[in-house]
């Protein structure tokens, strides 16, 4: 059994984002910029929006971020949208969820420009993605490819059930595990809440991709030997032992699972470090885009 380990990879992409930036700086271009939007004060929403800050600070990327009250308006927030599309410094933003009830969160993704959408999660680049063409892939689908790319885990004509599907994760992954292509060329069953049987798909798997959000879902006896397990459930489980009273866990039952498991990503350390880094790595491509366009 060999860990996929997100950790390291992530660490990897920064490194090379951070020689593609110094490389920028000497030739006297601008360095891509990300801003963040973030309206109210959710605690897991603040504390992943500085860990973004953070990390553009890391690979010497200019950032910016907009909090705005619980309080603002949908129409207050769609001007503040209209205005990033419009600042020619900033290179690509995101809207971080969930947004509060007042807000239309379907209009307000629609409103970002779809060339500073480094979410992927604009109708329009969903679609491209889709239909195989250039575009933004959101980070955390994005991710998981990365990972079974520099792991040089085989998916040519192998069976991939994901579990769950989610806009951001479930419905994407199991189109692109089902492109021409490495990673890809893959046979794919996407299952949800409402899937029958599930245990008998599961047990069918060469690739499982779990993103149910379910602590412990999927069990040793719902997997075949030497599956590949891409874990994208983070969920916290209260633990009284744990220093701070929960613990992460995912959909796998990681213990016994991985005795199974030929690759296999960990909870906390697998799919979460990778979904930053591929943001960073989508806004780099969007300020490239961008200097491509003004040539």
Do not use: W
Not at 123 to 138: H, R, S, V
Not at 195 to 209: E, F, L, W
Not at 233 to 262: L, M
């Amino acid at each position: 059994m060999q860990l996929l380990d997100g950790n390291k990879v992530s660490n990897d992409i920064k490194d090379e984002i951070a020689a593609e930036v110094s490389k920028m700086v000497e030739k006297g271009e601008k360095v891509p910029h990300l801003a963040a939007v973030i309206v109210g004060n959710d605690g897991a929403s603040l504390t992943y929006v500085g860990s973004k800050v953070k990390a553009c600070e890391r690979v010497g990327f200019e950032s910016t971020m907009v909090r705005l009250s619980g309080t603002t308006s949908e129409v207050e927030l769609l001007a503040k949208i209209k205005e990033l599309n419009e600042n020619d410094d900033i290179d690509g933003f995101i809207i971080q969820l969930p947004l509060p009830p007042q807000i239309d969160t379907q209009k307000v993704l629609m409103a970002v420009d779809p060339s500073k959408d480094v979410d992927g999660f604009h109708p329009e680049n969903f679609g491209k993605m889709a239909l195989d063409m250039t575009t933004f892939i959101p980070a955390t689908p994005f991710g998981i490819l990365e990972l079974l790319e520099r792991y040089n885990v085989d998916t040519q004509g192998k069976h991939t059930v994901v579990i769950g599907r989610s806009h951001i994760v479930g419905r994407p992954m199991s189109i692109l595990m089902g492109r021409k292509g490495f990673p890809g060329n893959s046979t794919v069953t996407l299952t949800h809440s409402h899937t029958k049987n599930i245990t008998q798909i599961t047990s069918q798997a060469d690739i499982i991709i779990s993103a149910l959000g379910v602590p412990n879902f999927l069990k040793a006896e719902m997997v075949k030997d030497d599956v590949v397990i891409i874990d994208v459930g983070i969920t916290r489980v209260p633990d009284e032992n744990a220093p701070r009273g929960y613990k992460i866990t995912g959909d796998v039952d990681f213990e016994n699972v991985s005795k199974k498991a030929s690759f296999i990503t960990p909870v906390p350390g697998g799919v979460g470090p990778m979904t930053i880094s591929m943001l960073l790595k989508n806004t780099l491509l969007a300020r490239e885009r961008r200097a491509k366009m003004k040539l």
